[in-house]
Structure formats: structure tokens, C-alpha cells
């Protein structure tokens, strides 16, 4: 018999498949207070939360026979993930039963901001009959932007066009095919903002879309557009909205995220023009039973056929694993990282080769970290090791693994290639007896760098002076290089240098170096979770981090 926790507020029919398990015993102990949870964990095997309770650290030393903890719902952010992964405890999550519930309530958000349903029914219900003040727009024949085409934004460009909507879909994944099974308009960031008179999000947060909609973007947008996120707090930059609807270049936006949660910024609770709910997306009856049915129906198929779907972390490696795999794992994020950063968009194909020693391995966890790596760019903490096949699939991305006896000139060695139609990036890397990881390919250059956290990639002809150049105007910002390594295919023709540096560079920088007469391309590589490489100074709790 398996025992089952619940601790918060969970849908009794949601839960009734663990209910009904012969093997199952559930327990409800809803706002069980943190000391007397401390005490009665160690008894069970599995644990359901919502957003109450706090797994903490501390709280997991109690748990020694905890195998499973299942966060009804899709935010792990109270839970820790990486005290749970090292006790070996798997953590899932239920990421697409909201999708519905968020779907709908991104519709009633555009359509309360189109007809001003909200101010209406405030003025209204305080007493007054004002049929003047309220004259809406209709949505039919209108143009929707739809910024990120995952399942919830699908789902709203479907809808959408029911009611006669016009609809443009930016995502970096999103393939023509698709685009035209969809019925949409495959479309970049500036057109959406040019032509979209409604403007709806749904993509993650990730470095790349914190202040997506940003100053800038905004004075691209047409006059008079409207703007609806139900995605997360941050992609669009509030002080930068506010002063867009204030000057009436903005018509209206409706929030249910925000930066900070609770909110509490008088100037988006009190402007007349922006609608606010307080993170509704999810809050459904139905939404709430499929999360609780989604994370029981997997508890049942962890302890029962060991099979994993949605975890949020990765069980641990045998010893020996870890201890022969460890530079080859932080090494494969590294280059899935950096090769999808070079390529600037998303893929349609992945190709993974394997030499030397390498062959005789199994490698499929180290293909798996190379496309989290690549995934992750875009789809940032969404994407792990249990799901990255799931989602290259869904992305509708290719992927190919081949391992070849031909000797490439080192004991190891592993090239990355991932492509567009005929555009392809590509990074070739290796280990080195008593030197550690190195980068020895970038595209048909070869090369000689190790992974650092911050890399400087310059395209540049083959002339002399160049590094002079590079090496002076850096030093002019500041700037200080770690090292400096020159790659060239043929003598006078174009060639490559690579720098390591001890910090990022700002935009500044980067738009000098652009400007340097015989550049061609200038290009800053950071690398997320970096893990130095040195032989022998791998931690493999950093190991486990990345997994």
C-alpha cells in the first residue's frame, strides 16, 4: 500500500482514481500548520500540494520515505526542486490542465476590453444610467496579434476567429505548415505591433521576453491597439504601458499578471482604461479537478509501471554514471545553449553525431540535455529532461542521433548541428584528458575555446589588425579578456575570433564593435547554470542542478 498526503484545498473528484486504488491510501490534511507536517511526513510516499504549502528544504529532511511530490497545478516556485532532487524525490507538476480555463479567461478579458464590461457594470451598479461613456468596438474583422503559438495561444487564435477575427501568430517555433493548418497568418514581432488592433501573450518568461513590450515596441504598435496578457507578470513593461494608455496610444490593456503579485501600483488599479484580475487564469472548477486528476492518474503510474510524464526535475544517476558522464553532461548543455544562440531562431531540425569512445555509450540522457539546452532558450523552465522529446515534437522540430566509427583526431567527440531550410548552425566539442571541455568547431571553423559564462563570438575578414582592434576598443570600455582564440577557414578570406570575458557586455559595446570597419557580425554568448569545466572540479550536485 502506497500512502498519499494531501495538504491544501484539492477537488475531491479530481482525486477519486487514487481514492479508488486498491494500493492508495489518501490522507487530507488541509492547512496542516508546518511543525506538525514535520512530523508526520516521514509516513508517506507521496505528497499533493497546491500553492499553500511550502515544501522546504527542512521540511524534506523529515521525509524519508517521500518518493513523489505533485504540485496540483502548474508553478513549483513552493516547492524546492533542487533539496527534492537531491534526496532522489521525483517533483511533477500538471502543466496543460489550465489550458482551457486560461484560454477562456484571456476571451472574457479581450471582449470585457473591447465592450468596457468591467467600468460599465462599476457605474452601473453604483447608481447611475450612463449609455454614453461606454461606446466599445467590436472584435469582428478586427486583427488579433497572438505573441506565442504554444497551446494556449492556439487555442485563443481558434476562438478568436469565430468571431470574424483576422488573426497574425509570432512564435519562434511556428512552422508555415502549422501556420496554415491553424488558419493564421505566420507573422514577425514588428508586424504584429504594426498591424494588430488587439494584442494578446502567451509565452513563458525567459530572458528574452522579460520587457518583451517594452517603450520601443509600443511606439511600433498601432494607434489605438489594445493589449491583453494572461501569461506572466513581466513580459510586458508596466511604467512603459501606462504612459502608452495615459497618452492615448494605447486604447486599453487587460492584466491578469503582473510583476509583482499581489499588486498594488495605483496607476494600474486606478487608470479607468486597464482591466485587472488578481491571476484567474487557472481558477475554474474544471481547471482545478483536471490538475487534481492529471497528478493523481501519474502517482498511479510512477508507483505502479515507474513511467514519468510531467517531472519538473530528474532522479538521480548511479555513481558511476555520474562519475564518467559528469563533463560530458555540462558540456552538452553548454553547446545546445550556445548553437541555438548563434542560429538567432528556432529550429526545424536537430542533428546530434557522436565519435571516439563515444560511441560505446549510452547517450540518450546527453541528447536529451543538448535539446533541453536548445529548447530552454525559448521555452526557458518549461522545458526539462522528462519533457524535451514531448516538446520538440509538439515544436514539430526533427531530430536525428547518429554515432560514427570515423575518427575525427580526438578520443571524443560530439558536433550539435541544427538548422533552418538552408540555414545551419553548427558547434563541435570534446573533452581533453587533463585539459576538460573545449569548443573546437563553430560552423566549418576550427577553433579552440573553453566554455566560459560569458563569450564573445566576432565575425571579421581575415586582414591584419583586426585583433589590435578588438583587443583596443574592449580595453577602451574596460573590458578585460580571459582569452582570445582565431579560427579561419582560408587565408584572407573570413574568419572568426572568440573571446572570453569576466562580465556581460551592454549594448554600448556590442554597437561599437558593430561599427568597427572590417566586422561583420558581433554577437554575446552567455551561458545560464554555467558549471566550469576544469577536470576533477565538477560538483555533481551543479550536475544534478542542470538535469
Known sequence: MYKVLVTDGISDTGLKALFDHPHFIVDRQPTLPTEELKKIIGMYDALIVRSQTKVTEELLQEASGLRVIARAGVGVDNIDVNAATRKGIIVINAPGANTIAATEHTLAMMLSLARKIPQAHQKTSSGEWDRNSFKGVELYKKTLGVIGMGKIGAEVAKRAKSFGMNILGFD????????????????????????????????????????????????????????????????????????????????????????????????????????????????????????????????????????????????????????????????????????????????????????????????????????????????????????????????????????????????????????????????????????????????????????????????????????GKVGSLLGDYEINIGTMQVGRAAVGGEAIMVLTLDKTLNTNVLQALNLTVGIEEVQLLELENFIPSEPGQIDPQKVESLL
Do not use: W
Open 172 to 467: 519562434p517555433y511556428l512552422t508555415d505548415d502549422r501556420a496554415k493548418k491553424l488558419g493564421i497568418t505566420k507573422a514577425s514581432l514588428d508586424l504584429v505591433a504594426g498591424e494588430s488592433d488587439f494584442i494578446t501573450i502567451h509565452t513563458p518568461l525567459t530572458n528574452d521576453t522579460k520587457g518583451l513590450i517594452n517603450e520601443e515596441y509600443l511606439q511600433k504598435t498601432k494607434k489605438g491597439v489594445r493589449l491583453i496578457n494572461c501569461a506572466r507578470g513581466g513580459i510586458i513593461d508596466e511604467k512603459a504601458l501606462v504612459r502608452a494608455v495615459q497618452s492615448g496610444h494605447v486604447a486599453g490593456a487587460a492584466l491578469d499578471v503582473f510583476e509583482k503579485e499581489p499588486v498594488s501600483d495605483p496607476e494600474l488599479l486606478q487608470n479607468p482604461n486597464i482591466i485587472v484580475t488578481p491571476h484567474l487564469g487557472a481558477s475554474t472548477v474544471e481547471a482545478q479537478e483536471k490538475v487534481a486528476q492529471e497528478v493523481s492518474a501519474e502517482i498511479i503510474e510512477i508507483f505502479e509501471s515507474q513511467s514519468v510524464h510531467h517531472a519538473v526535475n530528474m532522479p538521480q544517476m548511479s555513481g558511476e554514471t555520474q562519475a564518467k558522464m559528469q563533463p560530458y553532461l555540462a558540456l552538452g548543455d553548454q553547446i545546445g545553449q550556445l548553437v541555438v544562440q548563434l542560429f538567432k531562431k528556432a529550429p526545424a531540425k536537430i542533428e546530434i553525431n557522436y565519435y571516439g569512445d563515444l560511441i560505446e555509450e549510452d547517450t540518450e540522457l546527453l541528447n536529451r540535455i543538448m535539446i533541453k539546452g536548445i529548447l530552454s532558450y525559448h521555452l526557458s523552465d518549461s522545458v526539462n529532461l522528462i519533457n524535451a522529446l514531448h516538446l520538440l515534437k509538439e515544436q514539430g522540430v526533427s531530430y536525428n542521433v547518429q554515432k560514427n566509427a570515423t575518427n575525427k583526431g580526438f578520443a571524443n567527440y560530439m558536433e550539435l548541428t541544427i538548422s533552418q531550410g538552408d540555414e545551419k548552425a553548427k558547434i563541435g566539442a570534446t573533452v581533453l584528458n587533463g585539459y576538460g571541455a573545449r569548443i573546437v568547431k563553430i560552423n566549418q571553423y576550427r577553433i579552440d575555446v573553453k566554455p566560459e559564462e560569458h563569450l564573445l563570438y566576432i565575425k571579421h575578414k581575415d586582414v591584419p589588425g583586426m585583433i
